[in-house]
């Protein structure tokens, strides 16, 4: 991005995080010389907004270049090594499958309890009847 621009309205930028062993390094690609480093990711994603603060020749004065890294939004690309993204996958297949085992339990009990009362439902859902009853006030 090598054209000056004044900050009107918040402008989008990539940014690329990658792990280099001790934290990550973190650049945004469009703009020449915008990178940083950080211990944490955390602390990465502040530190990136802070460097492109920095940039006050991709848009002309301190205080433009202030407003347009307060402003900015910020898409993130993550690279990982591929057992990590591997892992983060999992995990999110794991969180959907969870979210939805906790709907269709919340769904069996409200339909056996309407049918049954709550001893006999817990019975052949293998819970108690107070287990029963959180379940379906869960929703």
């Known amino acids: 991005?090598?054209?000056k621009r004044l900050?009107?309205?918040?402008?989008?930028?990539k940014v690329v995080f990658e792990p280099d062993g001790g934290g990550w390094h973190v650049t945004i690609p469009s703009v020449k010389g915008c990178h940083t480093w950080g211990q944490s990711l955390g602390q990465a994603r502040r530190n990136i907004r802070e460097a492109l603060a920095c940039c006050v020749d991709v848009f002309?004065?301190?205080a433009q270049a202030d407003a347009a890294a307060a402003s900015a939004v910020f898409e993130e690309d993550v690279k990982l090594p591929a057992t990590a993204r591997a892992a983060v996958q999992?995990?999110?297949r794991a969180q959907e499958t969870t979210a939805r085992a906790r709907k269709d339990s919340t769904e069996s009990a409200k339909a056996l309890a309407?049918?049954?009362?709550?001893?006999?439902?817990g019975e052949l859902l293998g819970m108690s009847p107070e287990g029963v009853r959180k379940l379906m006030?869960?929703?």
């Open 1 to 3: 991005m090598s054209r």
């Open 7 to 13: 900050a009107t309205q918040p402008m989008t930028f």
């Open 60 to 62: 002309g004065t301190p």
């Open 90 to 92: 999992r995990y999110k």
């Open 114 to 121: 309407k049918e049954l009362s709550l001893r006999d439902a």
């Open 137 to 139: 006030k869960a929703s």
